[in-house]
């Protein structure tokens, strides 16, 4: 018998788990990162926020800061502090609690300065509150009122962000800030109805690690009443960390890196939670430039190029400093450095830097101006034109605050008047210079430009002199240049030959007339 032949049987194949585990982690991984490196070559990395600067300024600090005439962009945004609570009108909104709104603007020529800024492009944010002064909602116990009072501010000088800057016992006040939330939120409220979105930032004091806790109380009360919280402005100065003391730079990004993880926090416990740049645009870092109040602390040149470089990077929504003013070498007979603060210099050696252009240095909404250190006239929609000045303006005195320069004219230092529908200041005693003459450096020029002549202006009253100073003037008499007389009270000078032309009218061709100028 015979066998049949077979084909040989193949081998067989053995999975191993283990193998097909490994196999199919690496193709995972492969794909994985290989995903990833083309998404980071298609893809850019994130582009920090929009960033602003916008320094403080002290309104009613002497001598007065020129913020209607920026030197550039850096000082073209500034915010105006502080409005606080008057001394007896508890609901009135006073500037540093000395000027009313209306007084500021005869005073301090405060409205016009604001028109002027604007004129050449400039944008004001308004502060309530501050260290020195008592914050509204801490005296006006009627929200009503307290809501008024707010608005009145807002109404008068039309900010698109306002500032609250609490400090001391206005962070703690419990039934203040209750008054407070809901004012604010009622002013934001009008603001949205009459198409004027108004942007609410938080001044608050911090340490290297953030916020206090009355702070965060302030912030999450704010959320809690619905109020649009634009961002938390950390005021980066006076530590008192006591030694070692590293550089002020540092000091101030440990503080605003702390903030930034309390704000995260606090919008999210509101129901609003953030992405991590959302939250970075709603930091502001606000050093105190030069010399602290706490000697051994002092905000350097470096320090502020350090925190620019930081806001940048993150997209910092807002960078300010306290505060323009201060914003210069000490002059003698100070010396340069001092260990004690000034209102009007750093107290460090900054040579002709300005820590308000390195604070501000390539920030996102930095803003082009037409700056104004000469005394060229800005343009002006409510100037009216014709004969009778150069490009046709006309200087009426009915509607002229002050009396219209004229080249006969003597000024002692200090006086204000009225060309081309702007008003000027004399720096010192000067005639014949016209306001807005060409001059090859703006300091070379004896006025400064205060801003334009405003809607409803009405001039003010006219210099007088007592009785009998001067002889009255007579219609009859001859008058030649140089002889002086008075008119209801009112002092002036021949400036040539005339005989009965009235004082103090207009007359085709000049007045032979001048107004005397208390001082002249």
Not at 86 to 101: I, N, Q, R
Not at 332 to 340: F, K, R, T, Y
Not at 463 to 478: L, S
Request: net charge negative.
């Amino acid at each position: 018998m015979s066998t049949a032949a077979t084909a040989p049987t193949p081998p067989r194949m053995r999975v191993s788990p283990l193998r097909v585990a490994v196999v199919v982690l690496c193709t995972v991984a492969v794909a994985w990162f290989g995903s990833r490196a083309v998404s980071s070559a298609v893809t850019p990395p994130p582009t920090p926020g929009p960033s602003a600067f916008s320094g403080y300024v002290d309104v009613t600090a002497t001598p007065a800061y020129p913020f209607e005439t920026p030197r550039g962009p850096a000082q073209s945004d500034v915010t105006l502090a502080f409005v606080v609570s008057g001394p007896e009108g508890e609901c009135t909104p006073m500037w540093g609690g000395a000027y009313t709104l209306d007084a500021a603007s005869a005073d301090l020529d405060l409205d016009r300065r604001i028109s002027q800024l604007r004129l050449v492009g400039g944008q004001v944010r308004v502060s309530f509150g501050g260290q020195a002064g008592t914050e509204l909602a801490s005296t006006c116990t009627d929200t009503g009122d307290l809501a008024r009072a707010y608005w009145d501010v807002v109404d008068r000088y039309e900010p698109t962000v306002i500032d609250l800057d609490l400090e001391g016992t206005s962070q703690g006040d419990a039934a203040a800030a209750a008054r407070r939330v809901t004012a604010i939120r009622e002013v934001q409220e009008r603001a949205e109805r009459a198409d004027r979105p108004l942007s609410v930032w938080l001044t608050l004091p911090v340490a290297p690690t953030g916020l206090t806790a009355e702070g965060e109380a302030v912030l999450d009360g704010m959320l809690a009443g619905g109020v649009e919280v634009a961002g938390v402005n950390g005021m980066t100065m006076d530590f008192n960390a006591g030694p070692p003391t590293p550089t002020m730079g540092a000091v101030v990004l440990d503080a605003a890196t702390a903030l930034h993880t309390q704000v995260a926090s606090a919008w999210a416990r509101a129901g609003q939670p953030l992405e991590d740049d959302e939250a970075w645009e709603r930091i502001g870092i606000t050093p105190m430039i030069g010399q602290n109040d706490v000697v051994a602390e002092r905000f350097t040149l470096d320090d502020a190029v350090a925190v620019n470089e930081f806001a940048r990077t993150h997209g910092v929504g807002l960078v300010s400093m306290w505060s323009l003013n201060r914003d210069s070498t000490c002059a003698p007979p100070l010396p340069a450095v001092l260990p004690v603060v000034q209102t009007s210099c750093s107290g460090v050696e900054q040579g002709e830097q300005r820590f308000a252009d390195l604070l501000a240095e390539k920030l996102g909404s930095g803003r082009v101006v037409a700056t104004t250190g000469s005394p060229t006239p800005s343009p002006s929609a409510s100037r009216p034109t014709g004969a009778g000045g150069p490009g046709g303006v006309v200087d009426d005195p009915e509607t002229s605050p002050f009396p219209i320069w004229d080249p006969l004219g003597r000024y002692p230092g200090g006086t204000k008047i009225v060309w081309q529908r702007q008003v000027y200041v004399a720096k010192y005693w000067t005639t014949g210079v016209a306001p807005d003459a060409s001059v090859a450096r703006p300091a070379d020029s004896p006025w400064t430009l205060v801003g334009p002549v405003l809607p409803g202006d009405t001039p003010a009253p006219l210099p007088t002199v007592p009785d009998g100073t001067y002889p009255e003037w007579d219609a009859e008499r001859a008058y030649t240049a140089g002889m002086r007389v008075v008119l209801d009270g009112v002092p002036y000078e021949a400036k040539w030959w005339s005989q009965g032309q009235v004082p103090g009218e207009n007359v085709v061709g000049g007045s032979p007339w001048l107004l005397v100028v208390p001082g002249s």
